[in-house]
């Protein structure tokens, strides 16, 4: 039911972003459509490995439900979960450059007022 739920959401969001989104999004537009998209990849990726957190105070562990026979899956997967604050990480960079950019704009213009005045 979770994984259904979630990528008919995450589904319905890229469509809407992708239909519904206006011009002056820009590039912005692709940085979200690149967070729904790895959100449905860690939708699939829960639905087929099932994890389970173990409650720890300084380690972060998962096991699984299912007997995959190999174990080098587990530190992928827990890798998995570093994207999405990678990705955040863009996002906020890239608000910061968005807004420093107006800022430099601003003054610009008004250096330029000041001189031809």
Not at 42 to 57: C, G, M, R, Y
């Amino acid at each position: 039911v979770n994984a259904v739920t979630g990528l008919a959401l995450n589904l319905l969001l890229l469509y809407l972003i992708r239909k519904y989104s206006n011009k002056e999004l820009g590039t912005y537009k692709y940085l979200l459509e690149i967070f729904v998209l790895y959100d449905s990849y860690l939708v699939l990726l829960h639905t087929i490995v099932n994890p389970k957190t173990t409650p720890s105070p300084s380690v972060f562990a998962i096991v699984s439900d299912r007997d995959f026979g190999f174990y080098s899956f587990f530190p992928f997967l827990s890798s998995c979960y570093a994207v999405p604050f990678i990705l955040l990480n863009v996002h906020l960079l890239y608000r910061y450059w968005t807004i420093a950019a107006l800022v430099m704009l601003k003054k610009l213009i008004e250096n330029d007022l000041m001189s031809a005045a």
